[in-house]
């Protein structure tokens, strides 16, 4: 064989090698993505999260300083105009007890998301009936001062998760927290309410509801609002069809937060609701 087919064979072994070495380049980096994904995309949507529930916080304490208001280091009653306690602050600035008929700083919004409420009640919520209804939200919040539109916050000790609270359930706030159900009532409890709030059944590696079915009656939901916590209790789960809008409407008589979410996990061709009442 002479020397120039030799360094023939010899460039064509090397340009396969060069090939193959490249190609092994290109799927051990794919596969290095496929791994990194869900740690990836989990760390950004969890940081989104609480980035919402931090601005949420803020925005609260800011309400709460601008009434003139100082965060005590131990719970403090609140009067109303005849010098009659009707609640306490706690050292977080949020309210508990009687809740009051009108609030000491956004008033305006309260009155509206309560009045809403009454109004949900009184009409049997004759709006709600497909997801037209509840995806978007009738409220412009920056006209009351809120430029996060975060209203709330639940807690669940049981599943270590806090989410946020949107306005109407779409992607993007479902991808952040809890959506909130246009025609259902707002968070702010009252007798005559049911509060839907839905978020998905793990979103990008991040858990939210993912372990929803490890709920149990008797378990504690926590809501806070801008004004003050609730504390709700399971009661009762239901699966349901995607369109059974009956099964979320208000009872009366009773104060209801509803957790919606998707079911069985991985199919989703069905919902799971957490029937919680206040405590």
């Not at 998905?200 to 858990?207: C, F, L, S, T, V």
Request: charged share 25%; hydrophobic share 35%.
């Amino acid at each position: 064989m002479s020397e120039k087919k030799t360094a023939t064979k010899r460039k064509k072994k090397r340009k396969k090698y060069i090939i193959l070495l490249i190609l092994l380049i290109i799927f051990f980096l794919f596969g290095m993505v496929l791994f990194a994904y869900p740690f990836v995309s989990r760390y950004y949507i969890e940081k989104n999260s609480q980035s919402a529930i931090s601005e949420f916080e803020r925005e609260r304490n800011e309400f709460i300083q601008s009434a003139g208001i100082e965060i005590p280091e131990k719970p403090q009653p609140v009067t109303n105009a005849n010098n009659e306690v009707i609640s306490y602050i706690d050292d977080e600035g949020v309210l508990f007890g009687e809740i009051p008929e009108e609030q000491i700083y956004l008033d305006e919004l309260y009155q509206f998301m309560k009045n809403t409420n009454i109004r949900l009640y009184e009409t049997k919520q004759e709006n709600f009936k497909d997801s037209s209804s509840y995806t978007v939200s009738p409220i412009d919040l920056t006209k009351y001062g809120v430029k996060s539109g975060v209203v709330g916050q639940i807690e669940i000790d049981k599943l270590k998760v806090t989410l946020p609270i949107f306005l109407g359930i779409n992607d993007e706030n479902l991808a952040k927290g809890y959506g909130h159900l246009t025609e259902t009532s707002y968070p702010i409890g009252g007798v005559n309410t049911s509060c839907v709030v839905a978020a998905h059944r793990g979103y990008g590696g991040a858990d939210m509801l993912r372990y929803v079915e490890n709920l149990v009656p008797g378990d504690v939901v926590k809501v806070t609002n801008f004004w003050y916590t609730m504390e709700y209790q399971v009661t009762e789960i239901k699966i349901i069809e995607p369109d059974d809008v009956k099964t979320l409407l208000i009872q009366p008589g009773r104060d209801i937060l509803i957790l919606f979410t998707c079911h069985p996990y991985g199919i989703n061709n069905q919902r799971y609701l957490v029937y919680c009442e206040r405590k």
